[in-house]
């Protein structure tokens, strides 16, 4: 695998070009390539890919799109060159599981397979934010689910009553989150607990200012370091990855392509979503990812995802877990808040799916979170309870499909829901949901049954 010092030297030599021409070859290439390699949404009757053909020219057309592409740096206008040899050395090079953790807390995070039967590791929140004063309980009562195998971190505006602005108050703040996050594993009775910092502000002096084994991050933790979209990398990011990599810390990715942009529809975010983990494990050295495809609609929470996005999930996870050793997590993020029935019909799509694709569960959050609004440890116990489920009742992609089928018949045409309050919806002195989001989380899982998901 390329030395990340290689990687370095590449931004600093390689082809210069403006930014605008790079969106426009990014644009036109993976468009000739969706062409090329034929891949074509097959109807709105399939729910995961049943095509293996699809998935070896899916995998091809990744591969030429990284070899033709490379990645571009934003800090210095250049292109990092890739040779063929040195993507596919990067693919065999990856590991396909990390350890993470200490002590009886230590954990071993690592690749799935396709309608697999082991159950699936498990990130229960948080990539939200938190207002300060809720900040410890909030991290105590995720680290109190036991299936656990690593916390991240989450954000917020103000800290010891002063609005976060420029790189000092950064770096506090990033110190700040990781002392909240550390008291909240201990209260929880999980010290050796593996958390994740998530960057408060992408400035290299806020990535780094979290580096202390004693209140901060230790070797076992890890740090989220995402390319941009459109494989885009920047030299703060890079970095923080040369000196967390030489520190012992993992590094994890959100590798998700997004659809209504460069990409184009589906299909070219199909292409993206696939040498996209596979850039970012050059870029970076990250191992574990969150993949698959989304769209810029549901993000901003304006629309319900559903097909042919499930679909196109599926392909990008069916590449990765069976021709590459990218580590696939299903980022659960449904586009109503937390304390609704549709949030938690929207949730179980995608832990159907997660295991069925081969991946593992991340951090469930309100796809427009807003402040103490994003989620509760309710949709992360959720979250574990449906993957189980469709594990332990051995559910094919055509039996999983039906089941889906039906969800999106009943929430398909509904607008997203705000929601409500972590406060408002759950207890987190007693760690348990208030009484009326209780009622909704019983019904849902009753009208799931009736779907023919065999819930306890």
């Given amino acids: 695998m390329l030395s990340l010092l290689e990687v370095a030297e590449r931004t600093q030599k390689g082809p210069k070009m403006l930014e605008k021409d790079w969106d426009m070859k990014f644009y036109r290439t993976i468009t000739r390539l969706v062409k090329e390699y034929e891949i074509k949404y097959p109807g709105d009757e399939y729910w995961f890919n049943m095509d293996d053909d699809l998935v070896e020219r899916a995998f091809e057309a990744a591969l030429t799109f990284l070899e033709e592409m490379g990645i571009y740096c934003i800090s210095t206008n250049r292109v990092v060159e890739l040779t063929r040899k040195e993507i596919l050395e990067c693919i065999n090079d990856a590991p396909t599981e990390i350890i993470m953790g200490e002590g009886r807390d230590a954990r071993v995070f690592k690749q799935r397979k396709i309608e697999g039967k082991e159950l699936l590791n498990f990130c229960p929140g948080h990539h939200t934010p938190f207002t300060e004063d809720l900040a410890n309980l909030v991290v105590k009562n995720f680290a109190q689910i036991q299936r656990t195998d690593f916390i991240e971190g989450f954000n917020f505006p103000v800290v010891d009553g002063r609005e976060i602005i420029g790189s000092p108050m950064e770096a506090y703040a990033a110190r700040r989150q990781l002392a ?156 109503s808040g937390c304390g609704t029935e549709t949030h938690l019909f929207e949730s179980a799509i995608r832990c159907i799916e997660a295991p069925i694709n081969g991946a593992n569960l991340y951090a469930p959050r309100h796809s427009r979170s807003r402040v103490n609004g994003g989620q509760t440890p309710l949709e992360a116990e959720w979250m574990l309870e449906v993957s189980d489920a469709v594990i332990e009742q051995g559910l094919d992609r055509i039996k999983a499909g039906e089941i889906l089928k039906k969800i999106a018949a009943k929430i398909g045409d509904r607008k997203p829901e705000t929601g409500y309050l972590i406060n408002e919806c759950y207890d987190l002195v007693h760690h348990r949901p208030s009484p009326e989001y209780q009622k909704i989380y019983e019904s849902v899982k009753e009208e799931l049954t009736k779907f023919g998901l065999n819930l306890k």
């Avoid at 999980?190 to 806020?206: D, E, H, K, Q």
């Avoid at 989220?224 to 979209?229: D, E, G, K, R, V």
């Fill in 180 to 335: 909240w996050m550390r008291e909240g594993i201990r209260k929880a009775g999980r010290p050796g607990l593996a958390i994740v910092y998530y960057p408060i502000n992408t400035r290299v002096a806020s990535l780094l200012a979290g580096m202390d084994p004693d209140y901060g991050l230790r070797r076992t933790d890890g740090i989220l370091l995402s390319l941009l979209p459109d494989l885009k990398m920047e030299h703060d990011m890079l970095a923080a990855a040369i000196t967390y990599e030489d520190y012992g810390c993992f590094k994890l990715s959100g590798s998700f392509a997004l659809s209504g942009g460069f990409c184009g529809g589906v299909e070219g975010a199909i292409i993206e979503g696939i040498a996209k983990p596979i850039a970012c494990t050059i870029a970076y050295h990250d191992y574990i990812h969150y993949t698959g495809v989304e769209h810029v609609a549901a993000l901003s929470a304006q629309k319900i995802l559903l097909q042919p996005y499930n679909w196109g999930r599926s392909v990008v996870n069916q590449v990765l877990n069976t021709k590459t050793h990218v580590i696939c997590m299903a980022w659960v993020i449904p586009t």
